[in-house]
């Protein structure tokens, strides 16, 4: 039989609620009270439900990191400058950043995907080229790319999807990486939720008091300039957003209707989820939400999307860290169904005194 073919576009099913339900009926006979062992539980319903799977497979896990540059790095919008993204694209590679340690201590591969770095990335197994320009356009001054090129990097991000799912992976963790993109997920929370841009934007790599009321004023110039349509994903994409945003959407979109669990990271991917969503409301429910940033808009979209994060950890770092350590809860929600014993199985007397 062939592999299926996923599309950025087609429909995403509901969750399998039979197949949810022989799950929690399991967990009600393990040897425990039930509900014990709380969320860990719920986890296991849900990787389910995704996966029509029991135990729902868990093994095989990878990291899909997505690199772009944005143009409204000329801004100051960031603590770093520009150049920053292709030399922490090439620590990726080397094996030398936060996602990689924390992705080997969790089994799990990382894909790093150039998507739009505005360098020359070498070649290397690890890497996939998917340059769609060298950055965005200044998100202040007009769109930050085409509508074709949102829609080309939706795309991307499916066909990375695909080749996971081909490689036999069973859960993708997303990640990011690229100089002022809080900014650009800042403007695309603020036009989705209509939340004020004070709210939805913090600090990003760690600018100081001056910077962020700049950051502010940025943003607004970006909203007024372009009028992004909240009621048209794909032109808030278009006039705020960029080119590993688009390709997270696409993994997103992609991996949910192969039934595989994503592992959502921060506040960038939480942007992507976010849009997502916005385009097929099924999605959400193959979403798990790994932690939740020390940055504002994220708990705004997390509440947005009704996700309630495994950690709280403070991160703010981005690259897929927070999936990567979620990753264990997965093994052990997926373990608990399939290896826990029955009161049965156990000879345990469960009768009530």
């Known amino acids: ?65 997505f690199a772009a540059d944005h143009g409204v790095a000329v801004e100051g919008v960031s603590a770093y400058p520009q150049s920053v993204t292709a030399q922490m694209v090439a620590n990726f590679l080397r094996g030398g950043a936060a996602i990689n340690v924390l992705a080997r201590r969790a089994g799990a591969r990382v894909m790093v995907v150039d998507i739009g770095v505005a360098a020359d990335v070498p070649s290397h197994p690890a890497l996939v080229e998917m340059k769609l320009g060298r950055g965005t356009a200044n998100l202040a001054d007009g769109p930050a790319m085409t509508r074709e090129q949102a829609r080309a990097a939706i795309e991307a991000g499916a066909h990375v999807a695909q080749r996971l799912f081909a490689d036999g992976v069973d859960v993708i963790g997303i990640g990011e990486m690229g100089i002022a993109n809080t900014t650009a997920s800042s403007a695309i929370t603020a036009v989705l939720t209509g939340q004020p841009i004070e709210r939805v934007t913090g600090r990003g790599t ?16 970006a909203l007024a300039v372009n009028h992004p349509d909240a009621t048209d994903p794909l032109d808030v994409l278009a006039k705020v957003g960029g080119f590993e945003i688009g390709g997270l959407i696409g993994v997103i979109l ?16 939480g942007a992507a989820a976010l849009l997502a969503a916005t385009m097929e409301s099924h999605v959400v429910s193959y979403l798990i939400a790994s932690h939740c940033s020390q940055e504002p808009g994220h708990r705004v979209i997390l509440e947005t999307l009704r996700l309630r994060p495994l950690l709280e950890l403070d991160l703010r770092l981005g690259e897929g860290t927070g999936a990567a350590l979620a990753m264990p809860l997965l093994d052990a929600a997926a373990a608990i169904l399939g290896e826990m014993a029955t009161f049965d199985e156990a000879g345990v007397d469960t009768q009530v005194r």
Do not use: C, N, Y
């Open 1 to 65: 039989m062939s592999a299926p073919v996923a599309r950025w576009d087609a429909r995403i099913d509901a969750l399998d609620e039979d197949a949810m339900r022989r799950a929690k009926d399991r967990l009600d006979r393990l040897t425990k009270p039930r509900e014990s062992l709380g969320r860990i539980e719920s986890l296991a319903i849900q990787l389910v439900g995704i996966t029509r799977q029991l135990p729902p497979p868990v093994a095989r896990k990878a990291v899909a990191v």
């Open 254 to 269: 992609a991996a949910a209707q192969l039934r595989i669990p994503i592992l959502v990271d921060g506040f960038i991917t």
């Open 206 to 221: 760690g600018i100081d008091e001056a910077a962020h009321h700049h950051k502010l004023r940025v943003i607004e110039r």
